[in-house]
């Protein structure tokens, strides 16, 4: 099974900065690789598919990148929305669906 | 507008069922697998199953198998996920997730069980 390890656990930014967070696979995952937003109180919802594809509605400012096994989601200028709890995720071919255990964006 | 609602979920006794139900709507519902993922309480995400459009693939998560059952109904957009032997680490927010090609893409609400004596 894949292990997903984000980091940080948390990023205390203010807006209008830039954050980075880094997802970090066990061994490499090709380009099946996703990003979701969590925001509190609120279901997940995808945000970057196949690493660097935005989802239907997503801003320009959420970028994804990577390949390999180092993946990284870059959010250009947070906004107030933006400070949410963001997981990486992973489906390999022999099962099961992963997760990692999240980055929290907190406000500085 | 895609719509996830999920309903079922409430207080168990430690050794009991639940069923949970998801009603799927705003979409193409035999065009995506449907799947459950849980989120116990401060928690993160947690894949539980997984059932193919036709039904002729399901998966489960080592934590569940053999315990949990999962299940469609096209005719009806819904899924389903029955719940047997719950124990106190199946505590959680269960969200129904359709899902194309490896990923998630739209979720429901979710629905909180918990289990306690």
């Known amino acids: 099974e894949i292990v997903l390890t984000q980091s940080p656990a948390t990023l205390s930014l203010s807006p209008g900065e830039r954050a980075t967070l880094s997802c970090r696979a066990s061994q490499s995952v090709g380009t099946s690789l996703a990003w979701y937003q969590q925001r509190p109180g609120q279901a997940p919802r995808l945000l970057i598919f196949d690493v660097s594809s935005r989802a239907t509605d997503i801003p320009a400012r959420f970028s994804g990148s990577g390949s390999g096994a180092d993946f990284t989601l870059t959010i250009s200028g947070l906004e107030p929305e933006d400070f949410a709890v963001y997981y990486c995720q992973h489906r390999s071919n022999g099962w099961p669906w992963t997760f990692g255990q999240g980055t929290k964006v907190d406000i500085k | 507008e895609v719509q996830l609602v999920e309903s079922g979920g409430g207080l168990v006794q430690p050794g009991g069922s639940l069923r949970l139900s998801c009603g799927a709507s705003g979409f193409t519902f035999t065009d995506y697998t449907m799947n459950w993922v849980r989120q116990a309480p401060g928690r993160g995400l947690e894949w539980v199953s997984y059932v193919s459009s036709a039904s002729s693939t399901i998966h489960y998560a080592d934590s569940v198998r053999g315990r949990f059952t999962t299940s469609r109904d096209n005719a009806k957009n819904s899924v389903y996920l029955q719940m047997n032997s719950l124990r106190d680490e199946d505590t959680a927010v269960y969200y129904c997730?359709?899902?194309?090609?490896?990923?998630?893409?739209?979720w429901g609400q979710g629905t909180l069980v918990t289990v306690s004596s």
């Open positions: 997730a359709s899902g194309y090609s490896n990923y998630l893409i739209n």
